[in-house]
């Protein structure tokens, strides 16, 4: 049989688990900073407009020089191309969902939303920031947790000085809020 006929093992129609991303929670929003919406669409127009027609041109030319099943440039640029591809579905689904929700808002306030700022203190009395961003813009090693992470669903709508209840698989441990923060709007003049 020709291989023209064969399946690729890397399919075109692969769903959003297999890139290894978070799935929203079911019925819920895909909620996300103005930051991270800009952020996402800057990546979403740069693999459109630059990325994938170089490839395109890097696949076009590797194909003019003969057999295709040997030749490491089609082959390795066919395989971006669908990574690109999938990326780009899949920001295209997760941008027209999103639900953008300006911190800013709650600027001055003390009770912790979408988009604060939190430094709380655990048992041991070890303290932690964490900013409380979308499914999609979350970077722990920034200290950006989802929204739907176990610390942030402790920490939502309660106040500076309030001790909450952290469930973990290590157990349930309580952790004592000790500042809230917003950024603040940017004045438009």
Known sequence: MSKAFTKET????????DLGLPALPAGGKNYITPQGYASLR???????????PKVVEAVHWAAKNGDRSENGDYIYGKKRLREI??????????LEIAEITDPTLHHGRDQVFFGA???YADEAGL?????IVGIDEAESMQGDVSWVSPVARALLKAREGDVVKLVTPSGTHEIEVLQ??????????
Do not use: C, H, Q, W
């Open 127 to 131: 303290s932690r920031t964490v900013r």
């Open 180 to 189: 809230v923060s917003y950024p603040a709007p940017v004045a438009n003049g």
């Open 85 to 94: 591809d999938r990326r780009i579905r899949f920001l295209s689904k997760r």
């Open 117 to 119: 700022s939190v430094t």
């Open 42 to 52: 800057a990546e979403l127009l740069s693999l459109m407009d630059d990325e994938r």
């Open 10 to 17: 890397d399919s075109d129609d692969d769903g959003d688990a």
